[in-house]
């Protein structure tokens, strides 16, 4: 089971919006509204920040949205501040012989 | 408040067993399946599989599953993952995670994360 595809960093100035790719296949993203995206900052653990495409867990700032078309799921952030400066990567359940597959991760930068 | 402790960082040396433990607290324990979540240095996430503490049941990613043991105690609350015959590309930090939805048959997403457990393998 191959990863899914993220770019490898992103970059936008504080206050700007920027948007995350994440593409599988018509297995995993494209199969199903099990997509979620996590956040890490260097040396902690991963934040759940989406789950089933779109929703945000209780405490998320609105500033992060999730969306998907066909075998892409999208992250956007809104409003970029300094403490969103961190990886992020998004994750899918797949059909295929493991039940789940992470992205390899965006770095992402405020400027 | 819930939150999953796990135990500290281990040092084996190749071909040995090393055995992280996952201590959950905060809710009922029977009804979240977990995951192992690896991260070795500077690299992404990599799922190592999916253990549902309701009933046993457990499912492995491909790489690791000739391998890997992941049981659970429910009289300790507390999640175990077994991995043997180490390799030099096993060192990682090792993630337990609690699935989103209660009862669920299949993972959906990992709302609470251990603090994580490194394991550096090395002769």
């Known amino acids: 089971q191959s990863a899914l595809t993220q770019p490898a960093s992103v970059s936008g100035s504080r206050g700007q919006s920027i948007t995350i790719s994440c593409t599988g296949t018509?297995?995993?993203?494209?199969?199903?509204?099990?997509v979620s995206w996590y956040q890490q900052h260097p040396g902690k653990a991963p934040k759940l920040m989406i789950y089933?495409?779109?929703s945000r867990p209780s405490g998320v700032s609105n500033r992060f949205s999730g969306s998907k078309s066909g075998n892409t799921a999208s992250l956007t952030i809104s409003g970029l501040q300094a403490e969103d400066e961190a990886y992020y990567y998004c994750?899918?359940?797949?059909?295929?012989?493991?039940?789940?597959?992470f992205g390899r991760g965006t770095k992402l930068t405020v400027l | 408040q819930v939150q999953l402790v796990q135990s500290g960082a281990e040092v084996k040396k190749p071909g040995a067993s090393v055995k992280v433990s996952c201590k959950a607290s905060?809710?009922?324990?029977?009804?979240?399946?977990i995951s192992w979540v690896r991260q070795a240095p500077g690299q992404g996430l990599e799922w190592m599989g999916w253990?549902?503490?309701?009933?046993?049941?457990?499912k492995y990613a491909v790489r690791v599953q000739d391998r890997v043991t992941m049981t659970t105690d429910t009289s300790t609350s507390t999640a175990y993952m077994e991995l043997r015959n180490l390799r030099s590309d096993d060192t990682a930090v090792y993630y337990c995670?609690?699935?989103?939805?209660?009862?669920?048959?299949?993972?959906?997403?990992?709302?609470?994360w251990g603090q994580g457990t490194m394991v550096t393998v090395s002769s």
């Open positions: 995670a609690r699935d989103l939805w209660e009862l669920h048959e299949t993972p959906a997403a990992f709302d609470i």
């Open positions: 905060g809710y009922t324990f029977s009804n979240y399946a």
């Open positions: 253990i549902s503490v309701y009933n046993g049941n457990t």
């Open positions: 018509n297995s995993d993203v494209g199969d199903n509204d099990y």
């Open positions: 089933d495409v779109r």
């Open positions: 994750s899918a359940y797949t059909r295929s012989t493991t039940l789940w597959v």
